[in-house]
């Protein structure tokens, strides 16, 4: 495995890796998916997502772009103001209303269950390319993320969508602290909190 930071020409790979990685997530699957089966508007929209962190020299590959963690700093917006109107613009041209009043719903309450009284690194994203699941791409560059971060003396938090995934979170030495639902069918979100000495 060969871990690296991303630049602006990995975009496109990481884009189509996270498209491919949340199409069947159980929160963000239902919110983006037309009934069309269309999928032609997600790798815009993860996109953003992308384009948003770079900036923080937090993003993270391995593989050419096989499997992608995007950090933030505590506090850090995840895009621009003109890289969200362009997610926004997405999401009211190609979503229906149910749809559209189900994202603002998640990224508000992403934002109300945040922590912010202590310094962190928050996992924005993390994902793989279905094709290559089962290889523990993303397990091994959560650790070597989390190595790096604990070593400068920061904790780390994130929201686990998918609840299959939140044992492989405990493992890496990540807590439940709470939760929340997505207001489109109550599919569980885990709030999860991993201290520098886990």
Aim: charged residues 25%; hydrophobic residues 45%; negative net charge.
């Amino acid at each position: 495995m060969h871990l690296r930071l991303a630049d602006d020409a990995d975009v496109p790979a990481l884009a189509a890796t996270l498209a491919l990685a949340f199409a069947d997530d159980p929160v963000w699957g239902p919110v983006l998916r037309r009934p069309d089966r269309d999928t032609s508007h997600l790798e815009p929209f993860w996109r953003r997502f992308v384009e948003g962190a770079l900036p923080y020299g937090m993003v993270y590959l391995v593989d050419d772009g096989d499997a992608v963690a995007v950090w933030l700093d505590s506090g850090a917006p995840e895009m621009t103001d003109e890289q969200f109107a362009a997610v926004e613009a997405i999401v009211a041209e190609r979503l229906d209303p149910t749809q559209r009043r189900a994202f603002d719903g998640l990224m508000a309450a992403f934002d109300a269950n945040h922590p912010h009284d202590e310094p962190h690194r928050y996992l924005s994203l993390l994902a793989s390319n279905p094709a290559r699941r089962g290889e523990g791409l993303g397990q091994r560059m959560l650790a070597e993320n989390l190595r790096t971060f604990a070593a400068a003396g920061l904790p780390a938090y994130l929201e686990s969508t998918n609840p299959a995934n939140d044992r492989r979170y405990e493992r890496a030495g990540f807590r439940p602290i709470g939760g929340f639902v997505s207001p489109l069918d109550d599919a569980p979100i885990t709030t999860m909190w991993r201290p520098i000495d886990a």
